[in-house]
C-alpha cells in the first residue's frame, strides 16, 4: 500500500552535488525507518542514510557521514537525499526505502551495521557522470 517515488538523479560532474528527492504515500505506521540506499552495476546494494521518524534521528555509516544528509520534508512527504563531493565512483542507481519497526534501535543498528533489508522500495534514480 507505501509507494516512494524517487527523483533527482542524473548526471553530475566530479566533485559536484547532488538532491535527491523520494516522495512517499500510503498507509504507513508512525514510526518507521527511512533510508537511502545504492546499488552501482555489478555491486550489492549499499545503505548510505536514514531517519528514524518518531524522533527524527538520522544514522549514517561512519565512512559517509557528512557527504551525504539525509532528511525528511514533512509537509511535503518528502525525503530528501543532498549529496556533495561526488566522485566516479558514486554512479549507481539510488533508492528510496522504508522498514517498519517501533524501536529505533532497530533502525540505528541496520545502518551501522549496513543491512539493506527494507521492507519498502521506490524504484529508483540514477546518477551518473559528465
Known amino acids: 500500500h507505501v509507494q516512494l517515488v524517487e527523483s533527482g538523479g542524473g548526471s553530475v560532474q566530479a566533485g559536484g552535488s547532488l538532491r535527491l528527492a523520494c516522495e512517499f504515500s500510503?498507509?504507513?505506521?508512525?514510526?518507521?525507518?527511512m533510508a537511502w540506499v545504492r546499488q552501482a552495476p555489478g555491486k550489492e546494494r549499499e545503505a548510505l542514510a536514514s531517519?528514524?521518524?518518531?524522533?527524527?534521528?538520522?544514522y549514517y555509516p561512519n565512512y559517509r557521514r557528512g557527504r551525504f544528509t539525509i532528511s525528511r520534508d514533512g509537509a511535503a512527504n518528502t525525503l530528501i537525499l543532498q549529496m556533495v563531493n561526488l566522485t566516479p565512483e558514486d554512479t549507481a542507481t539510488y533508492f528510496c526505502?522504508?522498514?517498519?519497526?517501533?524501536?529505533?534501535?532497530?533502525?540505528?543498528?541496520?545502518?551501522?551495521?549496513?543491512?539493506?533489508?527494507?521492507?519498502?522500495w521506490g524504484r529508483g534514480t540514477q546518477v551518473t557522470f559528465s
Open positions: 526505502a522504508a522498514y517498519n519497526t517501533r524501536d529505533g534501535g532497530v533502525c540505528e543498528y541496520k545502518m551501522h551495521t549496513g543491512q539493506t533489508d527494507y521492507r519498502y
Open positions: 531517519i528514524w521518524t518518531a524522533t527524527g534521528r538520522t
Open positions: 500510503g498507509y504507513m505506521p508512525s514510526s518507521y525507518c
